[in-house]
């Protein structure tokens, strides 16, 4: 649980469940939108922040504005919902949420994404296009070795590798996005 605990400030079930509701409901959807409407950074900035998150958020603003024709927010849709659904499975694996909680939590996101979102292919552009901008706000410096990272490991989900005649995503379909109510 440290990893959870030291990355995301997760210490319970109490925090799992917010984070997953807020990256559920705003996260990365509600930031490029934001980001996207502002008409300069400042509008984004306050007076807590120290010389580095001024710095980040220029860049963010200018990755938003950069990309706000090409892409709705509904793009982020798999960079939260990907990170929603790991820190699930983490907080089962940890004992936070019980499995059936899991399965009822994991079903739900698959909904959420498959409102926004149309293929696998789709879902990793979208998590590395979130990852993008993720690493431009926290400053990162490595921000293109890490994309280059996730890129090959997204890759490998889609296609598999050299020795595999097709990667696991490949295996697995696309949810089915299911009316609410009652099928007659």
């Known amino acids: 649980g440290s990893l959870v605990r030291r990355s995301w400030g997760i210490g319970g079930r109490g925090d799992l469940l917010d984070m ?9 959807i509600l930031r ?16 807590t922040m120290d010389e580095d998150e001024l710095e980040s958020t220029k860049r963010a603003w200018r990755f938003a ?13 798999g960079w939260d919902i990907g990170r929603a659904a790991m820190l699930t499975r983490w907080g089962c694996y940890l004992g936070w949420i019980t499995e059936s909680e899991a399965s009822g939590i994991l079903w739900d996101l698959s909904q959420k994404v498959v409102d926004e979102l149309h293929s696998w292919r789709e ?10 901008m993720w690493k431009l706000l926290c400053g990162d410096s490595s921000a293109g070795s890490y994309l280059g990272y996730i890129a090959d490991a997204a890759t490998d989900l889609l296609t598999g590798k050299a020795d595999q005649d097709g990667g696991q995503w490949r295996d697995c379909p696309w949810p089915a996005q299911r009316k609410i109510g009652f099928v007659l």
Request: glycine residues 10%.
């Open 123 to 132: 879902f990793a552009q979208s998590y590395l296009f979130g990852g993008l």
């Open 65 to 77: 504005q950069r990309y706000k024709s090409q892409y709705a927010p509904g793009f982020m849709a």
């Open 20 to 28: 997953i509701r807020y990256l559920a409901q705003d996260g990365y």
């Open 32 to 47: 490029f939108q934001l980001y996207g409407e502002a008409a300069s950074p400042e509008e984004l900035m306050d007076e």
